[in-house]
């Protein structure tokens, strides 16, 4: 069975540092577009940040533009996310994804068809 594994979430003061990883099990997805996308209470899952396969290109939703920094390591078939300069507002449940059907990155969630199971994030004032 094929999963998508998050870690290193939890919990930072505002102005604080997180870096996520995302290992998969069961393939590999080091030629596919993959992502990262976050779902706070009571709202709708939104887009953070996405990365082509081979990293060379990267894009950001814009609230995270300047803070947040996409990588992905193809020899350890590892997704990044570092978070840096955190806000009450970053707190959420961060999901990795991949898009096995793109190479470039993706920005709709609807693209993406492998999800992992989520990394609470929670930055208190």
């Known amino acids: 069975q094929v999963q998508l594994v998050e870690s290193g979430g939890g919990l930072v003061h505002t102005g604080g540092s997180l870096r996520l990883s995302c290992a998969p099990s069961g393939r590999t997805f080091t030629n596919y577009a993959m992502g990262w996308f976050r779902q706070a209470p009571g709202k709708e899952r939104e887009f953070v940040a996405g990365i082509s396969w081979s990293g060379g290109t990267t894009y950001y939703a814009n609230s995270v533009k300047g803070r947040f920094s996409i990588s992905r390591d193809n020899t350890k078939n590892t997704l990044y996310l570092q978070m840096n300069s955190l806000k009450p507002e970053d707190t959420a449940v961060y999901y990795c994804?991949?898009?096995?059907?793109?190479?470039?990155?993706?920005?709709?969630?609807?693209?993406?068809?492998?999800w992992g199971q989520g990394t609470q994030v929670t930055v208190s004032s």
């Open positions: 994804a991949a898009a096995t059907a793109y190479r470039g990155y993706r920005t709709d969630g609807d693209e993406y068809d492998y």
